[in-house]
């Protein structure tokens, strides 16, 4: 994802500068933790600026979501992801 992280947050730029100015959008910044990226005092705003804020200030930690060292994580990933064994 690291090498792909500026056309993501271009794209989610362009997203937001493209919606309706009436609309009512929220981020959410996820990786090994899922956080909310506006204020806490905000869940919903239809500001543009403060949804790019969010946006180009998100934490973003290259880490893989599982290793092979951790089959419990594997497995409920498979279930999560609908995969059966083969």
Known sequence: MGSKLAEVTAAART???SSNQEDEMF??????NVSLGLPRT???TNS???LEYA??????EARPLFT???PRRWRNYRRAAGIRKS
């Open 42 to 44: 905000t869940r919903f």
């Open 68 to 70: 092979m060292r951790s």
């Open 27 to 32: 981020v959410v910044n996820f990786n090994e």
């Open 48 to 50: 543009a600026a403060e």
């Open 15 to 17: 997203f937001v500068r």
């Open 55 to 60: 946006i180009t200030t998100a934490p973003a």
